[in-house]
């Protein structure tokens, strides 16, 4: 790669590259590529390049304080022995716009900038500060949005009768047993007493029961039994005649 000259007294930059595969970095492609970017930048702005860090196979969700050599690239900025970070794409430098908006906070507070070559301005303007800002923000509600949609889907599986947790490890004759003792007005310890007269194995093996795993029984009882009537409660929704007495229509089930 040829070396850019420079004029004495321009600002002092640092290259920052990042490829997240072994192949890429061999190649060598991605990087160079990334760098002569920062290149030519770097003459139309008239920075002085004097680093050129390189990450090689570290993928993007690696957190920036968990790479050393963008870190010793931070120390020298915040030193002053370098003015500007220049990075070809963001998300070469962080994949989390989050995380992105830190650093550029950080270079406000530190006296540096951090020049991003595939936004506005390279964030050293207010577009760059705006549609970093603007890109916070859609995280924000891209992250709020997927949590609601989860939570509406599990709900949704809940009145189905899904049933959520760990498998159960109690046999059925096990859980019968047991729900006819509590019906009979057994306390845990009589419970457990009683399964244990009866040689049943505990989930994990044992041969004594205790309050507590037959607590833990009786709940995986009351879950199995919720998840049937919401199954039953479900499929009788499905069949139930419409106000004008058709059926319902099966496209959403």
């Not at 951090?114 to 890109?135: K, Q, T, Y």
């Not at 205790?210 to 039953?232: E, Y």
């Amino acid at each position: 790669m040829n070396e850019l000259t420079y004029e004495p007294g321009e600002f002092k930059a640092i290259s920052y590259a990042r490829v997240s595969t072994d192949s890429q970095a061999a190649s060598g492609l991605g990087i160079d590529a990334q760098h002569r970017a920062v290149d030519r930048a770097a003459a139309a702005q008239g920075w002085q390049i004097v680093d050129r860090i390189t990450d090689d196979a570290v993928s993007g969700k690696t957190p920036t304080e968990h790479r050393p050599l963008l870190q010793a690239a931070l120390a020298q900025l915040k030193d002053g022995r370098a003015q500007v970070l220049a990075v070809a794409r963001s998300d070469r430098l962080a994949r989390s716009t989050i995380e992105l908006l830190r650093l550029y906070e950080r270079s406000q507070a530190e006296g540096w900038t951090l020049a991003v070559l595939d936004f506005p301005a390279g964030l050293s303007g207010p577009e760059g500060r705006m549609c970093i800002g603007f890109r916070a923000l859609v995280a924000e509600f891209e992250s709020d949005m997927a949590r609601i949609r989860t939570n509406e889907a599990l709900e949704i599986a809940r009145l189905r009768g899904t049933r959520f947790g760990r498998p159960s490890r109690h046999s059925e004759p096990t859980k019968q047993l047991a729900s006819r003792l509590r019906s009979a007005g057994h306390s845990l310890a009589q419970i457990a007493a009683a399964l244990t007269d009866a040689g049943i194995a505990t989930p994990t093996g044992g041969t004594a029961w205790s309050r507590s795993s037959a607590r833990s029984l009786l709940r995986t009882i009351d879950h199995d039994t919720a998840a049937r009537a919401n199954a039953q409660a479900h499929q009788q929704a499905l069949t139930r005649p419409d106000n004008d007495g058709d059926p319902p229509s099966q496209h959403g089930a």
